[in-house]
């Protein structure tokens, strides 16, 4: 299996722009979680889904981030307009129905000059 | 606040030394994992360890788990240049029958092992 997989892998953007982050899940894995990783705040999880369906958002920062995910094999977050602030690593990680791991992968990391 | 807290923050042996790096919660739990990042990648699971097991093995990994003292300790025996990385500890709540398997994580303690 290839296992989780993120594009782009680094992303540098100016304020106010859109940013898109994609993220294709392990096969058969129906859970998916984006978090984003920062010195200063360590690791978030900013939203999960389950069978697709968003479950908990409750750590997206504001509006300006939303989250997809229209099918069992891929998932976006998307930033607009994006700060400075953003600046950060995003990763996306999978897990099985039944199992407690969860399967991270390589993350993106994105840059908001 | 953080559901799980590391310590120490930063941790830096010799190769061929034990490293012991312990993690505290402060709710109930269904399990803790273990996680162990190197530098620019994402993380990888070590060891899982449920809420009525209060040790378990893997390789020259030991993590133990006391839930009366909500804290956790992960042992690397003989460490390796290799065992160099971030690891963080995680822990699993779940509510009524649901299963998502949503994790908190800790702020990790930076293991440096000198060759």
């Known amino acids: 299996d290839a296992g989780v997989i993120q594009s782009p892998r680094h992303e540098v953007t100016e304020m106010g722009q859109e940013v898109t982050l994609r993220c294709k899940p392990i096969s058969g894995h129906n859970s998916l979680f984006w978090y984003r990783q920062t010195m200063m705040r360590g690791l978030e999880l900013l939203i999960y889904?389950?069978?697709?369906?968003?479950?908990?958002d409750s750590g997206m920062p504001e509006d300006r981030f939303s989250a997809k995910m229209p099918n069992a094999s891929f998932s976006t977050l998307k930033i607009q307009p994006s700060e400075p602030r953003d600046s950060a690593v995003y990763f996306c990680?999978?897990?099985?129905?039944?199992?407690?791991?969860?399967?991270f992968g390589p993350g993106t990391r994105l840059t908001v000059t | 606040s953080q559901q799980g807290e590391e310590d120490p923050q930063a941790l830096s042996i010799q190769e061929g030394e034990n490293a012991t790096m312990n993690c505290s919660y402060k709710?109930?739990?269904?399990?803790l994992q273990w996680y162990r990042q190197n530098s620019g990648r994402g993380l990888v699971h070590l060891i899982l360890?449920?809420?009525?097991?209060r040790e378990k093995h893997s390789g020259r990994l030991r993590v133990t788990l006391d839930t009366s003292k909500k804290s956790s300790s992960l042992l690397i025996t003989a460490s390796r240049a290799a065992d160099t990385a971030s690891y963080f500890c995680?822990?699993?709540?779940?509510?009524?029958?649901?299963?998502?398997?949503?994790?908190?994580f800790g702020q990790g303690t930076i293991l440096t092992v000198h060759p």
């Open positions: 990680a999978s897990r099985s129905s039944g199992y407690y791991e969860q399967y």
């Open positions: 995680a822990t699993g709540i779940y509510a009524g029958g649901t299963s998502y398997g949503k994790l908190t």
């Open positions: 889904f389950n069978n697709n369906v968003p479950i908990d």
């Open positions: 360890i449920r809420s009525n097991e």
């Open positions: 709710t109930s739990i269904n399990n």
